[in-house]
């Protein structure tokens, strides 16, 4: 039964390289992370805390995540289906982006092999979810519990990307809904794409591992090298670090210091919780791809452009781990 209750990552150029063992994270020019200097793996700074030490896990360990020890995590889906505040978005028509949610929550539905058992989804426009509710309750496969949640919309600060309302928007989801507060591992998507690979993902982690992110740099000939950032789409993490790392950072964005994306906020999350001593992987060990339609450009993720550069992508992760492309 389902219950109710009422990207651009930074520009600034970065020059990542691996010399020996070491990764090196070097600033080409100015840009909006003063702390963001040339650095290596045992000296990389936090951003949020510049004296920390770097304590960064790449890779996944050898011991991995089995669908009994992800009896209790949850696939969290964000949505907003009506947005007022469209900065950056080119999909606006809430009839494209209602039909976008129910095509990708039928693929979610339908594959069974997912270790999961509970879903989330959230909405933060007010927008009818009947068709939503309606898509699961047709659902007849494996036991899922269930939550459609609605949620006020965050009003987003001048300057600041439409990431901001979806951070708003996971908070007071993760405040009303004791499925994500209880679970052993929240997994959260756009609500809008599918993940055919997401499974083999999981199974690539360890069941230590408290946050999973891929982290890019966008490396271009146009540009040489960017900020390194991760990707917000898809991510893992525990409740726990969660509540400790990303709960309630909004205060975190700020367009003066060029604190303006979801994507530098996770990534400053991870690196942060890293340098603590937490299990987090900065790079997904195998290629997870989308299905569906960027709500920023309306290009599908299954042009032949994307599919090439997604299949760069994975070699990369194999041949040269250390790159962040």
Known sequence: ??????????????FIRRQGSRHHVQATGPHEFPNARTADATSYRSLSEPNSPMHSRSTPSHR????????????????????TQVTGLTRTDPALRIADYV??????LSNDRLP???????????????????????????????????????????GIHYGYGELA?????????????????????????????????????SSTVEMTVDCRANLTLANASRIPYAT?????????????????????????KGRTHLENRVFDAAIKASNEGHEVILRFPVNCEPQGV?????????????????MIRSVARRVTPDLWV
């Open 103 to 108: 095509q990708a929550l039928k693929h979610w």
């Open 116 to 158: 999961v058992d509970s879903l989330i989804f959230v909405d933060n426009t007010g927008a009818n979810l009947d068709a939503i509710r309606s898509c699961i309750n047709d659902y007849t496969g494996r036991k899922l519990r269930t939550q459609v949640l609605s949620v006020r919309p965050a009003t987003i600060p001048t």
């Open 64 to 83: 991995t995540r089995t669908d009994a020890s992800l009896h209790m995590a949850t696939l969290l889906l964000t949505a907003s289906i009506a947005p």
């Open 294 to 310: 960027t709500g920023h450009s309306g290009a599908n993720y299954r042009s032949a452009s994307r599919l090439t550069r997604g």
């Open 232 to 256: 917000t789409q898809l991510f893992t993490v525990t409740p726990a670090l969660y509540k400790t790392h990303l709960l309630d950072t909004l205060t975190w964005f700020e367009p003066r």
């Open 1 to 14: 039964m389902s219950s109710t209750i009422a990207a651009r990552p930074s520009k600034n150029p970065v």
């Open 169 to 205: 928007m996971m908070d007071q989801a993760f405040r009303v809904s004791d499925i994500l507060q209880n679970t052993d591992l929240i997994i959260k998507s756009t609500g809008r794409l599918y993940f055919p690979a997401l499974r083999n993902l999981i199974h690539k982690l």
